[in-house]
C-alpha cells in the first residue's frame, strides 16, 4: 500500500516538474520571424546627440547594427541610384562635383544655385506637394530662418560621419545647426596703400569725426549676412557698451534708442555711412585708388584682390568682436531620393576623414576658414583664434524684423 502511494506520488512529483520546465522555456523563447530594425535614414547617421544621453532617457540602441557609412559601402550603394541633386548658395559645390565624379564614376552630380531664402521657399514648395527633389543642401542662413523654419522642421538634416566628428570645432560639432564646410564673416577692409598699418580697432572708431563719410557697406537690406552682423551687435549690446567705454572712457549716452546696439547704428548713420549695393560695390569704391575710406564687406572677398586690381585688406580682430559667423552649412535634404550619394558626397566635401581630399579645396580659399583642427587654414590668424560672436539663430530670427524697421526709417 505504502509502496503503491509512494509511487504516485514521485509520478506526480514527475509530470509537475515537466510541465514547469516546458512553461519556463516557453516564457523565455523569443520569434525567430521578428524583424530586426532597418531604419537608416539621414538622421540616424549624424552625431548630435551624444552617446551619454541616449544612456539617460533610458534609450538601447546596442541590439540594432549601425548601417555600414564607409566610403566603399556608400559607393556601392550610390551607385545603384540615380543622379544626385544639389542646390547650393554657392559656386564652389561645383568645383566640388567636378571632382567628386572623377573619384566616384558612375555617380553624375547635378548642381542647382539658388539663393538660401528663395532655395527655403522651393524646398518647403517641393516637400509639402510630396516631391522630394534634391539630395545635399548646401546654404548660408537667413537670420537664423534655415534653422527655425527648416532644421526645427525636419526639412533639412544635420549630417556628421562619427569618425569626423572629432576634428570639428565647437560649435560645429555638436552645438550648430549642422556642420559647416567653411566659415566667412562680414568685416572692416581698408586700403593697404593709403594706410601701413590696420586703422580700426574697435567698432566705435567708425563714429568718430576721422571717418565722417568715410564707411561703405553693402546694403543690409538685400544682404541677410550684413543684417546678421548689425542684429548681433543689438543682441549683444553689453559687449558694445562696453566697447564704448573702452574708446571714449565713459559710459555710453543713448539718444533716443534702446540700447547700444541701437546707438551704433545710430551714430554710423550721423557720421555719414554710404550704403552700397554689394560688397563687390564697396571694394571697388576703396580698393582701386589711395582711398581713405573703409568698407564692410565679405572676408571671402579678399581673394579677388588681383583680379580686381585691389589693394585691400579685412581687418580680422575688432572691439569687442570681430563679427559673427556666416556659415556654409551642409545638410542632407528630407528624404533625399539617393541618401547613399548624398551622405559621399558631403564626405567628399568635407575633404574624408584626414581633411586633404579634393573635395575640400574649394572651400579653403583665402578669406574663408575650414572649423576643422586638422586643416591647415590658409589665412593667418586660425579659426580657433577669431575673435566672434556666437550665431544665436533663435534670437536672429525674432530680432532681425525690429533691426531691419530701424534701418530703413534711417534710409
Given at each position: 500500500?505504502?509502496?503503491?502511494?509512494?509511487?504516485?506520488?514521485?509520478?506526480?512529483?514527475?509530470?509537475?516538474?515537466?510541465?514547469?520546465?516546458?512553461?519556463?522555456?516557453?516564457?523565455?523563447?523569443?520569434?525567430?520571424?521578428?524583424?530586426?530594425?532597418?531604419?537608416?535614414?539621414?538622421?540616424?547617421?549624424?552625431?548630435?546627440?551624444?552617446?551619454?544621453?541616449?544612456?539617460?532617457?533610458?534609450?538601447?540602441?546596442?541590439?540594432?547594427?549601425?548601417?555600414?557609412?564607409?566610403?566603399?559601402?556608400?559607393?556601392?550603394?550610390?551607385?545603384?541610384?540615380?543622379?544626385?541633386?544639389?542646390?547650393?548658395?554657392?559656386?564652389?559645390?561645383?568645383?566640388?562635383?567636378?571632382?567628386?565624379?572623377?573619384?566616384?564614376?558612375?555617380?553624375?552630380?547635378?548642381?542647382?544655385?539658388?539663393?538660401?531664402?528663395?532655395?527655403?521657399?522651393?524646398?518647403?514648395?517641393?516637400?509639402?506637394?510630396?516631391?522630394?527633389?534634391?539630395?545635399?543642401?548646401?546654404?548660408?542662413?537667413?537670420?537664423?530662418?534655415?534653422?527655425?523654419?527648416?532644421?526645427?522642421?525636419?526639412?533639412?538634416?544635420?549630417?556628421?560621419?562619427?569618425?569626423?566628428?572629432?576634428?570639428?570645432?565647437?560649435?560645429?560639432?555638436?552645438?550648430?545647426?549642422?556642420?559647416?564646410?567653411?566659415?566667412?564673416?562680414?568685416?572692416?577692409?581698408?586700403?593697404?596703400?593709403?594706410?601701413?598699418?590696420?586703422?580700426?580697432?574697435?567698432?566705435?572708431?567708425?563714429?568718430?569725426?576721422?571717418?565722417?563719410?568715410?564707411?561703405?557697406?553693402?546694403?543690409?537690406?538685400?544682404?541677410?549676412?550684413?543684417?546678421?552682423?548689425?542684429?548681433?551687435?543689438?543682441?549683444?549690446?553689453?559687449?558694445?557698451?562696453?566697447?564704448?567705454?573702452?574708446?571714449?572712457?565713459?559710459?555710453?549716452?543713448?539718444?533716443?534708442?534702446?540700447?547700444?546696439?541701437?546707438?551704433?547704428?545710430?551714430?554710423?548713420?550721423?557720421?555719414?555711412?554710404?550704403?552700397?549695393?554689394?560688397?563687390?560695390?564697396?571694394?571697388?569704391a576703396i580698393g582701386k585708388a589711395k582711398s581713405d575710406a573703409v568698407?564692410?564687406?565679405?572676408?571671402?572677398?579678399?581673394?579677388?584682390?588681383?583680379?580686381?586690381?585691389?589693394?585691400?585688406?579685412?581687418?580680422?580682430?575688432?572691439?569687442?568682436?570681430?563679427?559673427?559667423?556666416?556659415?556654409?552649412?551642409?545638410?542632407?535634404?528630407?528624404?533625399?531620393?539617393?541618401?547613399?550619394?548624398?551622405?559621399l558626397f558631403i564626405r567628399w566635401m568635407m575633404g574624408e576623414k584626414?581633411?586633404?581630399?579634393?573635395?575640400?579645396?574649394?572651400?579653403?580659399?583665402?578669406?574663408?576658414?575650414?572649423?576643422?583642427?586638422?586643416?591647415?587654414?590658409?589665412?593667418?590668424?586660425?579659426?580657433?583664434?577669431?575673435?566672434?560672436?556666437?550665431?544665436?539663430?533663435?534670437?536672429?530670427?525674432?530680432?532681425?524684423?525690429?533691426?531691419?524697421?530701424?534701418?530703413?526709417?534711417?534710409?
Amino acid at each position: 500500500m505504502q509502496t503503491r502511494l509512494h509511487k504516485k506520488r514521485s509520478l506526480l512529483a514527475m509530470v509537475m516538474l515537466i510541465c514547469a520546465i516546458m512553461l519556463m522555456t516557453a516564457c523565455g523563447s523569443t520569434s525567430k520571424d521578428e524583424p530586426a530594425s532597418t531604419e537608416t535614414n539621414a538622421s540616424a547617421a549624424t552625431t548630435t546627440t551624444p552617446a551619454a544621453d541616449n544612456a539617460s532617457n533610458g534609450s538601447d540602441t546596442s541590439a540594432t547594427a549601425p548601417a555600414d557609412e564607409s566610403v566603399e559601402a556608400l559607393y556601392a550603394k550610390a551607385k545603384e541610384g540615380g543622379k544626385l541633386i544639389v542646390y547650393s548658395t554657392s559656386g564652389r559645390a561645383n568645383d566640388a562635383a567636378e571632382t567628386f565624379m572623377k573619384q566616384y564614376p558612375g555617380i553624375e552630380v547635378e548642381v542647382s544655385k539658388v539663393k538660401s531664402d528663395e532655395m527655403m521657399d522651393k524646398v518647403t514648395k517641393e516637400q509639402d506637394a510630396g516631391q522630394f527633389n534634391p539630395d545635399v543642401i548646401v546654404t548660408k542662413e537667413v537670420s537664423g530662418a534655415v534653422y527655425e523654419e527648416m532644421v526645427k522642421q525636419g526639412r533639412y538634416i544635420k549630417y556628421l560621419p562619427e569618425e569626423f566628428a572629432p576634428m570639428v570645432d565647437e560649435p560645429y560639432r555638436t552645438q550648430a545647426e549642422g556642420y559647416a564646410n567653411y566659415v566667412e564673416f562680414r568685416t572692416i577692409f581698408y586700403n593697404t596703400s593709403a594706410y601701413p598699418q590696420v586703422p580700426i580697432t574697435n567698432w566705435w572708431d567708425l563714429t568718430t569725426p576721422a571717418f565722417k563719410g568715410k564707411v561703405y557697406t553693402a546694403d543690409p537690406l538685400s544682404s541677410p549676412a550684413f543684417m546678421d552682423l548689425f542684429t548681433t551687435m543689438v543682441i549683444n549690446s553689453d559687449d558694445m557698451a562696453a566697447a564704448y567705454k573702452a574708446k571714449f572712457g565713459k559710459d555710453i549716452e543713448l539718444h533716443g534708442t534702446d540700447n547700444a546696439g541701437y546707438e551704433f547704428i545710430e551714430q554710423l548713420f550721423n557720421n555719414g555711412l554710404v550704403v552700397l549695393k554689394g560688397s563687390d560695390d564697396v571694394l571697388d569704391a576703396i580698393g582701386k585708388a589711395k582711398s581713405d575710406a573703409v568698407g564692410l564687406a565679405v572676408s571671402g572677398d579678399v581673394s579677388k584682390n588681383e583680379e580686381n586690381g585691389w589693394t585691400i585688406a579685412p581687418i580680422l580682430d575688432i572691439q569687442p568682436k570681430t563679427s559673427v559667423p556666416d556659415s556654409g552649412y551642409l545638410f542632407i535634404a528630407n528624404k533625399a531620393p539617393h541618401e547613399a550619394a548624398a551622405k559621399l558626397f558631403i564626405r567628399w566635401m568635407m575633404g574624408e576623414k584626414d581633411g586633404t581630399g579634393a573635395g575640400m579645396e574649394p572651400f579653403n580659399k583665402l578669406g574663408s576658414w575650414v572649423p576643422r583642427s586638422d586643416v591647415k587654414t590658409k589665412n593667418e590668424v586660425a579659426y580657433e583664434e577669431l575673435n566672434l560672436w556666437l550665431f544665436d539663430g533663435e534670437k536672429l530670427y525674432n530680432t532681425a524684423p525690429q533691426v531691419r524697421d530701424f534701418w530703413i526709417k534711417h534710409t
